[in-house]
């Protein structure tokens, strides 16, 4: 069975719960897949474009750090886990990202373009030049986090004021 694959596009396909851990994926898009709940222990995600996919429950935290890149746009990412990991510039568009942990990760100059972070862990973090203008839902306590020069649109600070319980009109 292959363990590399370069410049490859899946379309369609169910991953669903499959045991991908060791496999190496570069310059790679993912197109309308399911991945949900795979086995991505030591995978190598490099340059990987996912698009509409569904990656549910999926623990990027456990994959090969080595140039681990992904770009995801319009993905389910809930319950998925970033914790620890060194994701500066990454950008995630439109993704419902619901109770995903980025604790200890590397966040800076992030984008997270009109997603929805319901639930997402933010826990010493960095943030720094983040840009958060137009996601939403986001609970994130700006002591307990690095935000220096982190974007925010007006809208969004209820999301930074949540844990003060305060009603905000």
Not at 1 to 8: A, G, I, K, T, V
Not at 59 to 83: H, K, R, T, Y
Not at 150 to 159: D, E, R
């Amino acid at each position: 069975m292959l363990r590399e694959y370069e410049q490859c596009s899946f379309s369609g396909f169910a991953f669903s719960g499959y045991q991908l851990q060791g496999k190496q994926f570069s310059d790679c898009s993912f197109t309308d897949c399911d991945l949900s709940m795979a086995n991505i222990e030591g995978t190598a995600f490099r340059e990987v474009r996912f698009i509409r996919c569904k990656l549910v429950g999926l623990q990027f935290d456990g994959c090969n750090p080595f140039l681990f890149e992904i770009q995801p746009e319009g993905c389910q990412l809930q319950l998925a886990a970033f914790a620890n990991m060194k994701l500066k510039q990454a950008r995630f568009v439109q993704c419902h990202m619901h109770e995903v942990d980025f604790s200890n990760a590397d966040l800076s100059k992030a984008s997270f373009t009109d997603c929805d972070l319901a639930g997402a862990i933010f826990d010493n973090t960095n943030l720094e030049q983040a840009d958060f203008r137009t996601a939403i839902h986001y609970a994130i306590d700006p002591a307990a986090n690095r935000m220096k020069k982190a974007k925010f649109s007006i809208n969004g600070l209820p999301g930074l004021l949540h844990k003060y319980q305060l009603d905000i009109s």
